[in-house]
């Protein structure tokens, strides 16, 4: 029995003011694993997500990721345990200053891999999400499915182990959502596990699906 | 350790590409910090020249004695008088028309001595002291004034000592000076990056979500604090230098008017350099508090 990658047990989040985005949650997700996370808006997805990148930490109950608590992960710890996470948000947080390629850079050069390695590693990325002849773009001359590409990119740039996004078909058409979709599913074969939250149904034939209702999982 | 280095290559690349990016904010900055700078710099360049010139003034402390003229050469007894009394190294008589002579070959005053139908000048003796204290000085000053047929006694130390202590409060401003516009140098840093990790919100946060430490991020902005302030001492040595030079080109052509006049110094290379690293210094410092008081408020929402 492997060692699940990510396990959350009793994880409540309040927010002050006292709203409680999520109540005692609790699922394992094994490595390898491909998964959903549904529930509508304000279910909590988001909140999930945060909790997972230690963007915020969680009131009480534990989150492991690949073995680290990240509740009680120390600011010095909380750099590393990012760079084994692929992360896609959902509001992309792409830099508009530089082009394609320098934001694909990003992750690399934050964890001082040499320049050259680097820039081959984003055109591999680049390359596999279909990107490789706009390197020199920047981003605001994309249409929003190749900006979501882009987003892909810069977080399986690093080969993580994990790559977690948060409603990444949310406004692309169907067709362009299937074709996202076959992306992740394609680093899911290579070994990478997937989670995906996600509020459309259409898209959720395949995996295991977690959901989420008001802050608890659903049955 | 390569990482850490390239790290702080790349860092520097940015810093700079990001001056060169808005060279007229960057330069606009670096002249602020270079006047407040110049200000103290100019100072002190001044001072050291100052002091120069009066240490190559005779601190030997010297009495002059200038006599009535009933006084006749003569008499013999003033001088064996003035000789024997305790604190007395030297005495030399200086007799009028020598005195005369002297003044002719100032330059300047040989046609204003000349005209002068007769020597208005005194017999005078110079007694040099064997010690430079005040207290000696008084006591000798104090007891040739009692002796017969002298009309003046002068000592002629004691401007030296005076100008010596002005020297030594004008130093003392000039130090203050100094620190208030270090801390001005400070303040300016310290603002500077506060907008600029303001302007760069966007870039510091998605950086901490892909991984960066905050060593990381932290760096550019170390690194700009510090170019910022070796540029801005950069900036004062160019305006103290300038100054000094363009001084001395006054002092050359007023040379021929007033005789030989002292040619002012530059800043030495180890002050120049002293200069650059303290500046350097306080732009870090600017940029440490700036950052440990910013950047915690840029966090991944």
Redesign the interface.
């Known amino acids: 029995m492997t060692q699940p990658i990510i396990s959350l047990s009793g994880v409540t989040k309040r927010y002050p003011g006292g709203r409680e985005a999520l109540t005692g949650v609790s699922f394992q997700i094994e490595p390898g694993e491909f998964v959903f996370l549904t529930g509508r808006s304000g279910a909590g997805k988001s909140t999930l997500f945060r909790l997972i990148a230690a963007i915020e930490r969680p009131s009480s109950g534990s989150v492991l990721v690949a073995g680290q608590n990240v509740g009680s992960l120390s600011a010095r710890g909380v750099p590393f345990l990012r760079r084994n996470l692929g992360l896609v948000f959902q509001d992309q947080k792409l830099l508009f200053d530089r082009s394609v390629f320098d934001n694909v850079m990003l992750p690399l050069l934050v964890t001082g891999q040499p320049y050259r390695d680097s820039a081959r590693r984003a055109r591999a990325a680049l390359d596999k999400v279909g990107l490789l002849d706009r390197e020199r773009a920047n981003p605001v001359a994309l249409s929003g499915g190749e900006q979501q590409r882009l987003c892909i990119a810069r977080a399986v740039v690093n080969r993580p182990s994990i790559l977690i996004a948060d409603e990444p078909t949310s406004n692309l058409d169907a067709e362009y959502a299937d074709i996202i979709m076959g992306m992740f599913r394609s680093f899911n074969q290579v070994g990478v596990t997937v989670l995906i939250a996600t509020h459309d149904r259409h898209s959720l034939e395949q995996g295991r699906v977690v959901a989420l209702d008001h802050g608890r999982v659903a049955a | 350790m390569t990482?850490?280095l390239?790290?702080h290559l790349?860092s520097l690349q940015q810093t700079l590409a990001r001056f060169a990016g808005s060279p007229f904010a960057s330069i606009a900055n670096m002249v602020v910090l270079g006047v407040v700078l110049a200000l103290p710099l100019g100072g002190y360049a001044l001072l050291a020249n100052l002091q120069t010139y009066a240490g190559s003034l005779p601190t030997e402390p010297q009495i002059s004695i200038f006599l009535s003229p009933s006084w006749r050469a003569e008499d013999s007894a003033l001088e064996a008088q003035l000789r024997s009394a305790p604190g007395v190294q030297a005495v030399r008589f200086v007799p009028r028309d020598a005195a005369l002579a002297g003044l002719k070959r100032v330059p300047g005053l040989g046609d204003v001595i000349t005209s002068l139908r007769e020597n208005p000048l005194p017999d005078a003796f110079v007694v040099t002291l064997g010690s430079a204290d005040a207290e000696t000085a008084a006591r000798l000053e104090a007891q040739f004034r009692a002796l017969p047929g002298i009309s003046i006694v002068q000592v002629d130390s004691a401007w030296v000592r005076r100008i010596d202590s002005l020297l030594k409060i004008a130093r003392t401003a000039v130090l203050m000076l100094g620190v208030l516009l270090g801390f001005a140098l400070i303040a300016v840093t310290f603002n500077t990056i506060r907008l600029q990790i303001l302007t760069q919100r966007?870039?510091i946060?998605?950086?901490?979500?892909?991984?960066?430490?905050?060593a990381?991020v932290r760096r550019p902005f170390y690194h700009e604090g510090v170019l910022l302030g070796v540029g801005g001492g950069l900036a004062a040595l160019g305006i103290v230098q300038g100054a000094l030079l363009l001084f001395n080109t006054d002092l050359a052509r007023l040379g021929p008017i007033f005789g030989v006049l002292p040619v002012l110094r530059l800043v030495s290379l180890p002050d120049a350099s002293a200069v650059l690293v303290f500046a350097g210094l306080l732009g870090w410092l600017g940029s440490y508090l700036s950052v440990s008081r910013h950047l915690l408020t840029v966090q991944?929402?």
């Open positions: 990482a850490w390239r790290h790349q966007e870039e946060e998605v950086s901490k979500l892909v991984g960066a430490t905050d990381y991944p929402h």
